[in-house]
């Protein structure tokens, strides 16, 4: 079964993506609030959504059935205000800079007062699971994120 398409009214521009999440007990510590290494994990999943609304084979066929990774080289957090079981956020993703084989990203955090609680700047290359060496972006990938107006720098690398 195919993903969402791409080209839904929630996500016009394919370098920018955001979802609604409710901050759950097994995200926290033991005084409730989100436990840091979490804000990890949630990004992590919406970097899969995001792939998901992208290709036709979601992330799970760029990982499983084409071979590739796309594993982090470089991460900045900067953690803002703390967030609690049960707020609801919403967790975005924007492309910021779209090389030859590597993604800048920008992911936030931010709760339903508006007040971003978290955001980090994360480097992403593409890579071969064969070789585990960086390659171009691939051509399927770089067309669905070409396939609208960009807000990203393009450059070389």
Known sequence: ??????????HPNPCQFSRPHRIRFAECDPAGIVFYPQYFVM???????????LLP???????GKQGYGLPTVRLEADFRAISRMGDDVTLSLEVVRLGGKSLTLALACTGSDGEVRMSVNQVVVSTSLTTHRAIDIPQAL???LTAAPLNATRSAS
């Open 1 to 10: 079964m195919p993903f969402p398409s791409r080209d839904n009214a929630m």
């Open 43 to 53: 990004f992590n999943n919406l970097l899969e959504a995001w792939i998901d609304s």
């Open 57 to 63: 084979d979601g992330f799970a066929g760029y990982i």
């Open 142 to 144: 770089r067309q669905a």
